[in-house]
Structures are given as structure tokens and as C-alpha cells.
């Protein structure tokens, strides 16, 4: 779709120490260290860095960053930009399209003298009561990521998952299941979907996961009744569902819990040796990255030529692309799948 | 439906770790699924039902015939297991609508399908299902399930959720076939209990309580029997028109690990006594035993270096007559008489031990050091056999347990409730050249608040980590109280303890006076003639 005119999207947009530079604009995008001008596409740590001089990215990214990271650390200017409304940086066009993965993320698309690249940063494709759903955008160069690129992952639909907690639930009701899953996304797609299964008692939470509830619901997704799991009873705990980071779910934390089902929401639960380490009496196969299958169908939606990895399974993907007779090209980010489950899982404690 | 759900039950039945989830689990199961469904499916659960209509290169082949090589070959590296990668990678063909497969499908077709055809079947049925239900049809045809329920804890889940006693159901269970229709229209009310005529079928053995120190002082010493009680396994023997059988403690067949027994087993009798190693009359340490156990099959090489014996102290069944109404006196009398008339080879009577008074059988039980006796055992001369625990009919009255002060070395997270836990731990005693060499590993033994004071102390001790294990500073005695030491290859320090478990944390004690390794060695017991312990 590039005019034969039109430069390459590797003249202008480049893989530096600090992360992918937009060199006519003056820009990175999701640097890993402290710049001058970072665009971020979401809110997760990897992503996400704090002392920028300027930041921009959507207000709901803007509004987690600040809670995240305290107020003047995330970004000393911070400038919103709406979905879909472009901006001009010294010639640059640039303009965010809906991601899907947690609630304000999004992608990041430029364009330059007629060449246009595509920064997904992290994205699914299922829908998710908390996030606005991806939306393709045609362009030369795609910038994906690859955590799960492997045809072993194909997440099942999330609602049986929840189907599966709720069955449990109902099997073992003098029992707490606890639920481990990162505090940004994970955790509050959780409840809404646990209230779309028609769940409606309160849902108690870690003591981590209680702050950025409170940013969703004051960003308008609404929650429904939440707990603090740390000073309720636990009489008051048996039969509850309790959501709490994946590294307290068996360890002394979880204690105060009636015996515990200890569960996990995760892509990577999808392999059983995963599982089994992690001590997981009833893993669920709940992602916010895309599977094997939408990162192909990712793939085909925006016709791109060339597609960058940034990290993951660069391998399978890359082979799987060639096949389709599109270019895939390592990027070998650093730094990257280091807070939510781009990270694998440790083993066991 | 069927085998969806079967898929879900084995799913949570490899995770859960608890052994009460898991009869609540298979309770579910029996409550929620059709016959012949729920019983093929106990049945594949506790191994009575195995398949091996595909080997690994039929999996090896599907994946080849759906996937790219080069996807094959990344996915197969990254999860390790050649059934849980064809689950994972399999891609239904578009427009397959059939149902997936009930367990009775699968189970008549393979018995029914030439070998040829085999693959496609699968394949067909790979089609219809989901990621977990592949897994599960895959490991079924290879026969490869172990999902870890032993026929024990199926039959206490059939007792709990029937509400018939576990040994009603053990009486019958040898005698149904899967998939156990009968067993289960019985369980439900619908039909009398299955009669198991003349098949070989375990009779639930009759158990003792620990003696603790009030019992004793109320025993009036006219009423007793005393035998030894020998470190070896329970067995019962069954033998008759129908066929012979041996039975682990719990109603496990484990016949075909004791083929020389079977072999002695001409008779008509049932028989309860102590599975040992014997060589040249004497009795082997329990380790021997060990190498015999656990089984499926055994060599000509293993049978005549640990050559299996049974020492019989039961008779319940004498021909079709059922003894165990019958006096402990009255069976004993049979017992002996019936031995003296069979002879049967590989199998001796253990002796009565004789004495005048309690404090002469106490004296007696102290004297006992051989390491082929545990301690003594008390029957009732009026008691009949009667199957469970029922307490003030028989009484183990282990011997005094050896003990050491160790110091504590590596640490290890339980399972299940305790998995916040460090609740497994390995201790060493002092060599003689200075160094702590681990003798052995406990996870019983400490109260509650012991184990919480020990969790706390690892973390805060904690010098190395290697996965789920902690090293811990040399800084705690604990001292261990254990059952026999032994020789042992498979410590450093060459010995090995029974039964280890935690007696009580030696806060006082600096690690330096923690017991030297020549004290266990010279705690270490030599096998002793079987029938003339030291008295």
C-alpha cells in the first residue's frame, strides 16, 4: 500500500538501547529507560516507565501511570490523547487505536511522508468487559508482540473458565477460592466477568489489588461490591472468591483463607507442567494476550508486509508469517514481559 | 456427553492435591453420570481398565498429518509431553458438528475397530472436542491416565457417597467387573448387594489400636494373646475354586509381584499374616521387602535374592466356612490345625508368646531388639474377626522408639493444606571428620504450633534455595524418634531410619552436641532369627 515513493518504515522508525524511536518526531514509544518524549500504549510496568519529561498516551493509561507511580513520576507533562484523534509531531501523524488488553491501552500508529507503522504494544482480540476491543489497523510495517506465538496456545473462550470457577464454587462451598492474577487488567476483568456469570456477592481482594480497582471504577467500569480480604473473617471467607497477586495465592498470605482452592488465571495454565509447579489446584485459562490464532488473524487484518516481534516466541511466529509470505522481522526488545503474564511464570516458591 | 466431562473430572483430579476434594470430586461424578458411563470411567481412574490401542508414533503420526513440521518440532520442545502437545496443537477441521464421544463410544469402538483403522477413529474423535477432552482421549487410548486414585480412596468414595460402609463394598468390589452396574444399582437401593459366589475377593481386615498407658493398666492379663508384630506388610490370602489372590492391607492385588506365593497357594482357605523377606530362616530387614514392593512384575533374579514369605496368625475362611464369628481361641486352634494338615510351602505360624502377667509381657516387648519386630500385638481369646478398627479387640503395642539429636538442614513445602508450609525436613549427624551428613527426612511428628515456629524459623534461616527446597543455617537440633536404623546406599551416611518423625525441637541444645554418626551406627540392628526373638 506504500507509495513506491514513500520510505521504508525502518528509515524513521528505529530500534534504539532505549526502546523503538520515531526519529523524525522526536519520540519513543514505550521506552524502557527515562526520555525526553514517551507516547505508551498501556499502563503495565514493561511498558510504562516513570520519569519521562513528557508522556502521552490515553487518559485512562495517563490516570493508572499516576496511581501506579505517584503523582509528577509519570510524566512531569502528561497529555492525553482520545482514541482516533490524530495530532501532528513534526510531521509526524500520529493517532491510537483500541488495543484490547487492559482498560486505556492502546495502539500506536504513525505515519510519515506516506508510510505508515503500527505500535500494538501489548493486545487481544477476545472481548473484555473492561477494554475497548482491538480494532485493525491497515499499515506497512505491524509491531507485534509474541508471547504466546506458539500453536499450543489457543485460549478457550474466557466465559467457560469462568463457567469452570463458578462449578467449583458450587462443589466445594465451605472452601475459599483465591484467585492469583496481576493487579492491572487481570484482576478486574475477572470481576466484571464474574458479574456478567451472574456473581453477585462482594469479591475480596488483596491488599494490592485494591487501589487500582478504585482508578477502573472512578474511570467508569463499574466493579460492583469489593472486599478487603485481609481483615475479613474467615468464617466470612468460606465460599468466597478472593483475587490476590499470583506470588501470595500459596504462601503465608493465603493462610487466613478456609482452605483454599488456589487457583490462577493465566495463558500460560494452558500447559499442565505450568500448572503443577505453581502448586495450582484449579488453573484457568484466561489471557489478556493474543493466542496463536488472533495473532495470525492479526496478522492477515492488517496486511502488513513486514512484521516486527518485539518479544516472546519470536521463532514460531516468525516461521508461521514467512508462510504467508510476510516478512517477520526480531526486534529483541529489552526489558520487555516483566509485569503481567508476558512474564512466565517462576517455579514454585 | 460423557467424555467432556470425564475430561473435566481428571483435569481437577491431577491438581487437587486434598484428599477429601478428590472424594467430593468422584462423588460428583458417580451422582451426575450414567451407567455404563460413571463406572468405565472409575474403572480407567483406578487402572482396572487399561487401553493400549495407540502407541507414542500413532500421536507422533496426527501431529504430522495436522501441522507444520517446523510448529510440531517448537510446540513438542516447549511442553515436553507428546500427548499434551497433540491436545494442544490439534485444530479441528472446520464443519464438524459431531458430538464428542461418550466413554462407552470409545470403549466398544476400539475393542470393535481393525488396527489400521485405529488412528483415523481417533482422529475423528479428536475433531469433536475441546483442548481438555483431547488430552483426556489421548492419554486414554495410550493407556497412560495416572491420575493417582487408588482403588482404596474409589471405594471410600462410593462409601460416602452411598452411605454404605467402605467394607461392604470392599466384600464385593473383587467380584464386579466394570463397569460395576450391579455395584452401583446395589449403591443406589435399586437391587440387593452383588453375592461374589466363588470369586477370590478381599475380605476388609480387622485392625488395631495403638496401646497407650491407661489401656494397659486396664487390661486383665487372663484375656489376652500376645504375637509379635513383624516389620513386614498385611497380606491376605484367598484362595479356592474360583481362583487365588493376594491382597495388600488395603485390597490392593498385588499378586503378580508374589508370583512364589501364588504358587503356594493350593487351598481352600482365606488367610490373614505378615508378607516378609526370609532367607535361611531369618527375616530380612523391612528394605529388603521394599525392593519386592510396588511391582507389576518380578524376575526369577529378584525372587531367589528376596525370597517372600507369609507368617499366618489368621483363619478366616476354612473351605466355604466363615470363621470370623468364630473366637480369636477357636480360630487360632483352627489355624493350627489346618497348617499342620496343609504344610503349605513359603508359610509359617506366628507364635503365640507366652507369658504370666503384663509386667512380664512388658519385659518381654523391651527385650525384643530384633529389627524385624516392631513390637507385640494383643488379641482378645473371645474376640471374633471383625473387619475396622474397633477398639478393645486388638492392640499394637509398639516398642519404645529409638531416638537421636539431629541438626536440621534442608527444608521442604508439604502439600495440599501445608503447601505455605516448610513441614518436610532433612536432618545429618556429625561424621567423625567433622562433617553433617543428612540421615534421614520427617514431616510428621510436631504440633501445629511446633510447625509454625519451624515455618518461621527456615525463612529466617534460609542460606540457599534450590526450587522448592531451603538450606538452612546449622543452627537447630531436632530430635528424631524413629522405629529401626538401617544400613542404607542411598544416604551419605550410609545408614538409613524407619519411620522418622519428629519428636521435639532442641531450642536448648547447640548444634555441636547434636549426636555423632558411630551413635546411629551402633543403633543399628541385625536381622535375628524370626521365631526365637530375643524374649
Same mark, same amino acid.
Given at each position: ?27 519513543? @514509544? ?9 507516547? @505508551? ?22 490516570? @493508572? ?285 | ?124 474423535? %479428536? ?6 477432552? $483431547? ?57 440387593? $448387594? ?10 476388609? %481386615? ?55 506365593? %501364588? ?77 499342620? $494338615? ?194
Amino acid at each position: 500500500m506504500r507509495p513506491v515513493s514513500a520510505p521504508h518504515p525502518e528509515t524513521w522508525l528505529k530500534v534504539t538501547p532505549s526502546g523503538l524511536f520515531c526519529e523524525p518526531g522526536g519520540f519513543f @514509544i514505550d521506552p524502557t529507560r527515562a526520555v525526553d518524549r514517551a507516547v @505508551i500504549s498501556h499502563g503495565h510496568s514493561d511498558h510504562a516507565r516513570p520519569g519521562h519529561a513528557h508522556v502521552l498516551a490515553t487518559r485512562e493509561t495517563l490516570a @493508572i501511570m499516576t496511581q501506579r507511580m505517584g503523582e509528577g513520576r509519570a510524566g512531569e507533562t502528561q497529555q492525553a490523547l482520545a482514541l482516533g484523534e490524530p495530532l501532528s509531531i513534526n510531521g509526524v501523524r500520529l493517532w491510537l487505536r483500541p488495543a484490547g488488553h487492559v482498560l486505556g491501552s492502546a495502539q500506536v500508529c504513525l505515519e510519515w511522508q506516506g508510510s505508515r507503522a503500527v505500535v500494538s504494544g501489548d493486545y487481544k482480540r477476545r472481548r473484555d468487559p473492561t477494554a475497548a476491543g482491538f480494532e485493525p489497523e491497515p499499515c506497512d510495517v505491524f509491531v507485534t508482540e509474541a508471547t504466546f506465538a506458539l500453536p499450543v496456545f489457543r485460549h478457550p473462550p474466557a466465559e467457560a473458565e469462568i463457567a469452570r470457577l463458578l462449578r467449583s464454587v458450587a462443589l466445594f462451598p465451605e472452601r475459599t477460592h483465591v484467585v492469583g492474577c496481576y493487579s492491572l487488567g487481570k484482576c478486574q476483568r475477572l470481576v466484571a466477568m464474574l458479574r456478567e456469570a451472574g456473581w453477585e456477592r462482594p469479591i475480596h481482594l488483596h491488599g494490592a489489588h485494591v487501589a487500582l480497582c478504585r482508578v477502573y471504577e472512578s474511570l467508569g467500569v463499574p466493579l460492583g461490591a469489593l472486599r478487603t480480604a485481609t481483615v475479613a473473617k474467615k468464617d466470612d471467607l468460606k465460599g468466597a472468591i478472593v483475587l490476590a497477586p499470583p506470588s501470595a495465592v500459596a504462601d503465608r498470605w493465603a493462610r487466613r483463607l478456609a482452605e483454599p482452592v488456589v487457583c490462577v488465571a493465566s495463558g500460560w495454565m494452558r500447559v499442565r507442567q505450568r500448572a503443577k509447579q505453581g502448586g495450582v489446584e484449579l488453573p484457568l485459562v484466561i489471557s489478556d494476550h493474543a493466542d496463536w490464532d488472533e495473532l495470525l488473524a492479526t496478522a492477515d487484518d492488517v496486511q502488513a508486509p513486514e512484521i516486527w516481534v518485539t518479544h516472546g516466541r519470536e521463532d514460531a511466529l516468525i516461521h508461521a508469517l514467512g508462510q504467508r509470505g510476510i516478512r517477520g522481522r526480531a526486534l529483541h526488545l529489552v526489558g520487555r514481559g516483566e509485569e503481567d503474564e508476558g512474564e512466565e511464570p517462576p517455579p514454585a516458591p | 456427553m460423557s467424555l467432556p466431562a470425564f475430561a473435566e473430572l481428571l483435569e481437577r483430579l491431577v491438581f487437587t492435591p486434598g484428599r477429601n476434594a478428590k472424594l467430593a470430586l468422584l462423588a460428583r461424578w458417580f451422582a451426575t453420570q450414567p451407567d455404563p458411563e460413571r463406572g468405565i470411567g472409575l474403572a480407567a481412574l483406578t487402572d482396572d481398565l487399561v487401553f493400549s490401542a495407540a502407541k507414542p508414533g500413532v500421536i507422533r503420526e496426527l501431529g504430522a498429518a495436522r501441522i507444520d513440521p517446523e510448529l510440531w518440532r517448537l510446540s513438542y520442545d516447549y511442553v515436553g509431553d507428546l500427548a499434551e502437545t497433540l491436545a494442544l496443537v490439534w485444530q479441528p477441521r472446520a464443519g464438524v458438528n459431531a458430538p464428542p464421544p461418550a466413554l462407552s463410544d470409545v470403549v466398544t469402538a476400539l475393542e470393535t475397530t481393525p488396527k489400521s483403522e485405529i488412528p483415523a477413529l481417533i482422529s475423528g474423535w %479428536l475433531d469433536t472436542l475441546d483442548a481438555g477432552g $483431547r488430552l483426556a482421549l489421548i492419554k486414554l487410548v495410550t493407556g497412560g491416565l495416572r491420575v493417582g486414585v487408588s482403588a482404596r480412596l474409589a471405594r471410600v468414595a462410593l462409601a460416602e457417597w452411598s452411605g454404605q460402609p467402605v467394607e461392604a463394598i470392599e466384600e464385593v468390589w473383587h467380584g464386579v467387573a466394570w463397569p460395576y452396574a450391579p455395584l452401583f444399582r446395589w449403591l443406589e437401593g435399586a437391587a440387593p $448387594r452383588p453375592d461374589p459366589r466363588d470369586q477370590p475377593i478381599f475380605r476388609p %481386615l480387622m485392625l488395631a489400636h495403638p496401646l497407650e498407658a491407661p489401656d494397659l493398666a486396664a487390661l486383665h492379663a487372663p484375656d489376652w494373646r500376645a504375637e509379635w508384630k513383624w516389620d513386614g506388610i498385611r497380606v491376605q490370602l484367598t484362595a479356592g475354586p474360583g481362583g487365588a489372590r493376594l491382597w495388600s492391607r488395603g485390597g490392593e492385588d498385588i499378586s503378580a509381584a508374589f508370583p512364589e506365593i %501364588l504358587a503356594a497357594m493350593d487351598f481352600h482357605a482365606v488367610l490373614d499374616g505378615e508378607l516378609l523377606v526370609v532367607r535361611d530362616g531369618e527375616v530380612a530387614p523391612f528394605a529388603d521387602l521394599q525392593q519386592r514392593l510396588n511391582r507389576k512384575t518380578v524376575t526369577a533374579r529378584m525372587q531367589r535374592d528376596f525370597p517372600a514369605a507369609v507368617r499366618l496368625y489368621d483363619l478366616l475362611f476354612e473351605g466355604p466356612d466363615d470363621l470370623r464369628p468364630l473366637p480369636f481361641d477357636a480360630r487360632r486352634a483352627r489355624l493350627e490345625a489346618w497348617h499342620a $494338615r496343609a504344610v503349605p510351602p513359603r508359610m509359617d505360624l506366628s507364635p503365640l508368646v507366652g507369658f504370666d502377667s503384663l509386667d512380664t509381657l512388658a519385659r518381654i516387648r523391651e527385650g525384643a531388639r530384633a529389627a524385624s519386630i516392631e513390637g507385640l500385638m494383643l488379641k482378645r481369646g473371645d474376640a471374633p474377626y471383625v473387619a475396622g478398627r474397633t477398639k478393645g479387640l486388638w492392640w499394637k503395642w509398639k516398642r519404645d522408639p529409638l531416638t537421636v539429636d539431629a541438626v536440621l538442614m534442608y527444608a521442604q513445602r508439604g502439600h495440599g493444606k501445608r503447601s505455605s508450609f516448610y513441614s518436610d525436613y532433612t536432618f545429618g549427624v556429625w561424621r567423625a571428620d567433622g562433617e553433617l551428613v543428612p540421615i534421614g527426612k520427617a514431616y510428621s511428628g510436631y504440633t501445629d504450633e511446633e510447625l509454625l515456629w519451624l515455618d518461621r524459623w527456615i525463612r529466617n534461616n534460609t542460606t540457599n534455595r534450590f526450587g522448592p527446597v531451603r538450606e538452612v543455617e546449622r543452627g537447630l537440633v531436632l530430635e528424631v524418634a524413629f522405629d529401626a536404623a538401617q544400613r542404607s546406599t542411598r544416604h551419605k551416611s550410609g545408614v538409613a531410619l524407619r519411620f522418622p518423625r519428629i519428636a521435639r525441637i532442641r531450642r536448648d541444645k547447640p548444634v555441636e552436641e547434636a549426636d555423632r554418626l558411630e551413635t546411629v551406627e551402633a543403633l543399628i540392628t541385625t536381622a535375628l532369627a524370626g521365631d526365637a526373638p530375643a524374649g
